[in-house]
């Protein structure tokens, strides 16, 4: 059992490096694309790859922690502690950044053929990554990896905003549509924040404390909220 243990922590640091690997990749793209088009939704875009990776070296940190049990519920803990934070401060970047573009304060996002080119290569990736890291985080019952997981389904999601903003853009002119859709995030991202940060798995139901499991199932939307299905209670 401890090898498998320790065999699928090595799957999911694999899984961690890999997004590092492809977050530095689209970081240095969507740059290089900001400088040619001036798009901010595209600036907004690499921004958020950074934050991803700070986020997947909180994870490297975390798998590699020493594994006896005192050290290994306290690792969790500050993981998850440190993963909520990046969420809240991604949401509180979103909402200045929409803001100040709805605003006038920031110039209009144009059109780039090598900005929708990653954006939509970052979707199949982020996708892939997000479902396998999901899987893991399940088996191994990881609140920190499940953490690290949404933060790339929420790039992932960002990624599918910023498109649509991009193309709403180029083929109607509506500037406004990519700040407007960045918005749609802010609560989820909010949400995921507060209850990452708080270190808070528990529900409490009758004065009974109720562990909830991490799910990866339709009933709770593949694990998209924290799952009150009475198969991931513990």
């Not at 803990?77 to 803001?99: D, M, N, V």
């Not at 290569?121 to 690290?148: G, H, N």
Request: aromatic share 8%.
């Amino acid at each position: 059992m401890y090898k498998v243990l320790q065999n699928l922590r090595r799957s999911a640091l694999i899984l961690v490096i890999i997004g590092l690997a492809w977050n530095l990749v689209e970081t240095a793209i969507a740059f290089w694309a900001t400088l040619q088009s001036g798009s901010v939704a595209l600036l907004a875009f690499g921004l958020d790859s950074i934050v991803e990776l700070v986020a997947g070296g909180i994870l490297v940190w975390r798998l590699q922690a020493n594994k006896d049990d005192h050290n290994e519920v306290s690792a969790e803990k500050r993981a998850q502690k440190l993963l909520g934070l990046t969420f809240l401060l991604l949401a509180a970047y979103i909402a200045l950044h929409s803001s100040a573009n709805l605003l006038g304060w920031l110039p209009q996002p144009e059109p780039s053929p090598l900005g929708i080119a990653i954006i939509v290569a970052s979707a199949v990736v982020m996708t892939t990554l997000y479902i396998a890291k999901m899987r893991i985080a399940v088996r191994i019952q990881s609140w920190s990896l499940r953490a690290e997981a949404m933060e790339t389904l929420f790039c992932d999601i960002q990624d599918l905003a910023i498109l649509i903003g991009l193309a709403l853009n180029a083929l109607f002119a509506w500037w406004w549509a990519d700040p407007v859709a960045s918005w749609i995030l802010i609560p989820f991202l909010i949400n995921e924040g507060i209850e990452n940060f708080s270190g808070s798995d528990h529900h409490e139901d009758d004065n009974e404390s109720i562990i909830r499991r991490v799910c990866f199932e339709i009933n709770c939307l593949y694990g998209i909220i924290r799952c009150r299905a009475t198969c991931c209670e513990a």
